[in-house]
């Protein structure tokens, strides 16, 4: 074994060697080397102690090192750690099927456990383009996307980003094009205004023959700028689609599992999709797992087809470990009064933020579940505002003009505050320059 190394001589061959996500191999951002993290703090190597405000993108809504998810990765590994889901199945996938099956909406009867979201995406459309050529209508392969989303970072998850950014630029020869819809005008506590379902609507009547599906994160559009609109909007898209014959997905790989204040962002409107993908918080944030649900009517066409089968098998399929740990995670949210918890969170950042919209350099302040978001009028340079919030105490990692927080649902109070007036003192340091 090499010897081990010292935190200079790590950081040296990470920033040498390891591309980070969005990374640069020539000018990399600072990284910080993670030693420990347990509950609402992550502990770096040099021993500062970081409030968590991030739940590592989405994922760790319980926080960190929690011992009922380790005590169920402990028993598993000491079976087995995976095998192949082709021709064998095991007690933690289909425990974790009975588990979806009870928590998700009763038409969502069948269930493909893929391991990641981008890709429980794209099974999601080859769901959607198989079901219309098994129900001999293949001329339905197109797909209706809102603009300002975000699907996940393979090809054809790519393809249905915003088409304003760099990806599309770069990659435009080999992304689908596809029917971009404004997203939705109506902002989530705003009275709700039906011209904001026209774009959509004209889109739907226009091309409805050559529609499979429309494709849309519920309530909370994330990592495409953390816009939260009107729950009606769903309800009108769910009657459009069966009015013109277009499958929704409902993309919750974000929204999943109680963030938005909604076990899932589709119950603020009582809306049941075609598709559903689950994803981020299913494991509770320890391993990569991502679920997509679908009905028999959906299933069963698909199956009654001539190939007779969805096309897609990963390697890591159903894997054991990581059906586990979404096991302990989901009874543990379910033992919890997580509903309560969340709107706390959700009162707590909107006092702690309010100070923020004080300011010139901060366009809107926003809060919907445990989501606390401040937009700034111009992007943030990372370089800078990184090492201040650390500086602070508080691990928030901020992208474009968006500086966010959605901490676990088992932050206390007084973190919660550390971490609102952390925020609010570096955007006032700035503003100040
Ligand atoms: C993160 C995310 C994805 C992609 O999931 P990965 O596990 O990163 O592939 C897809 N859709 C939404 C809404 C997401 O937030």
Same mark, same amino acid.
């Not at 990806?167 to 009275?191: K, S, Y």
């Not at 459009?240 to 409107?269: K, M, N």
């Given at each position: 074994?090499?010897?081990?190394?010292?935190?200079?001589?790590?950081?040296?061959?990470?920033?040498?060697?390891?591309?980070?996500?969005?990374?640069?191999?020539?000018?990399?951002?600072?990284?910080?080397?993670?030693?420990?993290?347990?509950?609402?703090?992550?502990?770096?190597?040099?021993?500062?102690?970081? %409030?968590?405000?991030?739940?590592?993108?989405?994922?760790?809504?319980?926080? +960190?090192?929690?011992?009922?998810?380790?005590?169920?990765?402990?028993?598993?590994?000491?079976?087995?750690?995976?095998?192949?889901?082709?021709?064998?199945?095991?007690?933690?996938?289909?425990?974790?099927? #009975?588990?979806?099956?009870?928590?998700?909406?009763?038409?969502?009867?069948?269930?493909?456990?893929?391991?990641?979201?981008?890709?429980?995406?794209?099974?999601?459309?080859?769901? /959607?383009?198989?079901?219309?050529?098994?129900?001999?209508?293949?001329?339905?392969?197109?797909?209706?996307?809102?603009?300002?989303?975000?699907?996940?970072?393979?090809? /054809?998850?790519?393809?249905?980003?915003?088409?304003?950014?760099?990806?599309?630029?770069?990659?435009?020869?080999?992304?689908?094009?596809?029917?971009? %819809?404004?997203?939705?005008?109506?902002?989530?506590?705003?009275?709700?205004?039906?011209?904001?379902?026209?774009?959509?609507?004209?889109?739907?009547? =226009?091309?409805?023959?050559?529609?499979?599906?429309?494709?849309?994160?519920?309530?909370?559009?994330?990592?495409?700028?953390?816009?939260?609109?009107?729950?009606? +909007?769903?309800? #009108?898209?769910?009657?459009?689609?069966?009015? +013109? =014959?277009?499958? @929704?997905?409902?993309?919750?790989?974000?929204?999943?599992?109680?963030?938005?204040?909604?076990?899932?962002?589709?119950?603020?409107?009582?809306?049941?999709?075609?598709?559903?993908?689950?994803?981020?918080?299913?494991?509770?944030?320890?391993?990569?797992?991502?679920?997509?649900?679908?009905?028999?009517?959906?299933?069963?066409?698909?199956?009654?087809?001539?190939?007779?089968?969805?096309?897609?098998?990963?390697?890591?399929?159903?894997?054991? *470990?990581?059906?586990?740990?979404?096991?302990?995670?989901?009874? @543990?949210?379910?033992? #919890?009064?997580?509903?309560?918890?969340?709107?706390?969170?959700?009162?707590?950042? =909107?006092?702690? @933020?309010?100070?923020?919209?004080?300011?010139?350099?901060?366009?809107?302040?926003?809060?919907?579940?445990?989501?606390?978001?401040?937009?700034?009028?111009?992007?943030?340079?990372?370089?800078?505002? =990184?090492?201040?919030?650390?500086?602070?105490?508080?691990?928030?990692?901020?992208?474009?003009?968006?500086?966010? *927080?959605?901490?676990?649902?088992?932050?206390?109070?007084?973190?919660?505050?550390?971490?609102? #007036?952390?925020?609010?003192?570096?955007?006032?340091?700035?503003?100040?320059?």
């Amino acid at each position: 074994m090499p010897p081990s190394l010292t935190t200079n001589e790590l950081l040296e061959l990470d920033r040498n060697h390891l591309w980070h996500p969005y990374s640069s191999m020539l000018h990399p951002d600072t990284v910080y080397p993670v030693s420990s993290a347990d509950g609402h703090t992550i502990t770096l190597e040099g021993g500062e102690r970081l %409030i968590d405000g991030m739940s590592s993108w989405w994922s760790a809504i319980h926080g +960190y090192n929690v011992s009922e998810i380790n005590r169920a990765l402990e028993e598993q590994i000491s079976q087995f750690s995976h095998v192949m889901f082709g021709g064998l199945t095991h007690r933690p996938a289909v425990e974790l099927a #009975r588990r979806l099956l009870e928590l998700t909406p009763p038409l969502l009867q069948h269930i493909f456990l893929a391991d990641s979201g981008s890709i429980s995406i794209e099974v999601a459309l080859k769901m /959607a383009l198989q079901y219309w050529i098994a129900v001999e209508q293949p001329a339905k392969r197109e797909i209706a996307v809102l603009q300002g989303g975000y699907h996940g970072d393979t090809f /054809a998850t790519m393809a249905l980003a915003d088409p304003e950014n760099g990806m599309h630029t770069l990659f435009h020869h080999h992304l689908t094009p596809h029917h971009f %819809i404004p997203r939705p005008a109506t902002p989530f506590n705003h009275e709700w205004d039906d011209e904001a379902i026209t774009p959509l609507q004209n889109t739907l009547e =226009q091309h409805h023959t050559t529609l499979a599906a429309l494709i849309l994160e519920p309530v909370v559009q994330g990592a495409g700028g953390m816009y939260f609109y009107h729950p009606q +909007y769903l309800q #009108r898209a769910r009657q459009l689609c069966d009015q +013109y =014959q277009v499958l @929704l997905i409902a993309d919750e790989i974000a929204t999943g599992f109680g963030r938005t204040g909604e076990l899932f962002a589709c119950d603020h409107a009582s809306i049941t999709p075609d598709i559903l993908c689950l994803g981020k918080a299913l494991t509770g944030g320890t391993l990569s797992l991502a679920a997509t649900m679908t009905s028999h009517t959906i299933a069963s066409a698909i199956s009654e087809y001539k190939t007779g089968t969805l096309m897609h098998g990963p390697t890591f399929m159903g894997n054991p *470990l990581a059906c586990s740990a979404a096991n302990a995670s989901i009874d @543990l949210l379910c033992s #919890r009064p997580w509903q309560s918890a969340v709107k706390q969170i959700e009162q707590e950042l =909107q006092q702690g @933020l309010a100070p923020c919209s004080e300011l010139n350099s901060v366009k809107e302040v926003r809060v919907l579940g445990a989501i606390g978001v401040v937009e700034m009028h111009k992007a943030v340079d990372l370089r800078v505002i =990184q090492p201040l919030l650390v500086k602070q105490g508080i691990w928030v990692r901020p992208f474009g003009s968006l500086i966010y *927080l959605m901490p676990s649902y088992v932050i206390t109070t007084e973190a919660l505050q550390r971490l609102t #007036r952390g925020v609010v003192a570096v955007i006032s340091s700035l503003a100040s320059e």
